[in-house]
């Protein structure tokens, strides 16, 4: 793994942590206090207490942020070890980029359980969206040497699939949107 990529890993993996710590102390004001407003509640669009009182904000039975959690400490953690002088072998790529994955594809389907299912747009959550694509796209074109090429684009693939999720976000919302110019 590279310096650049380490850091990446650090300050994405800081940024997931956050976003997730503080969904977490949302949802536990929620359990305190059922008439609690989260502060990440904007309006009708914005709205993190949509989507934390969905089902799919549970998945597996407690609440995403706790996974969020997990996973951003073990980014957070490669990143500082790669910066200290740690040389993951390639086992160790191959792994993370695994859990990369199942995050990333576990985003994509929280992203679109929020547009059409749920309906609204959780800050967290978009932060952690934010963070997962680069971490896995990195660790993906750091672990799969065949990929070389790829890296002359890296940018353009990163921009396009952000592009495409901005896209998406403003057609579901656009009657939203349009209504408040």
């Known amino acids: 793994m590279s310096r650049?990529?380490?850091?990446?890993?650090?300050v994405g993996g800081g940024l997931g942590f956050v976003a997730a710590m503080a969904l977490t102390l949302e949802k536990i004001a929620t359990l305190r206090d059922p008439a609690y407003l989260p502060t990440c509640s904007l309006n009708p669009v914005v709205s993190c207490g949509s989507v934390m009182s969905s089902p799919q904000a549970e998945l597996f039975g407690f609440p995403n942020p706790l996974l969020g959690i997990a996973a951003f400490a073990v980014v957070i953690t490669t990143g500082v070890a790669v910066l200290a002088g740690f040389r993951a072998p390639r086992w160790y790529r191959v792994a993370f980029n695994a859990g990369a994955a199942a995050?990333?594809?576990f985003v994509h389907w929280l992203i679109v359980a929020s547009l059409y299912d749920i309906g609204a747009l959780c800050p967290y959550c978009m932060v952690?969206?934010?963070v997962t694509i680069p971490v896995f796209w990195y660790s993906t074109l750091d672990a799969w040497p065949g990929l070389a090429p790829l890296r002359q684009v890296h940018g353009a693939v990163l921009a396009l699939w952000f592009a495409v999720l901005v896209i998406l976000v403003l057609i579901r919302?656009?009657?939203y949107w349009s209504n408040l110019l």
């Open 128 to 130: 952690v969206w934010i």
């Open 103 to 105: 995050g990333v594809v």
């Open 173 to 175: 919302f656009w009657d």
């Open 4 to 10: 650049r990529l380490a850091w990446l890993l650090v």
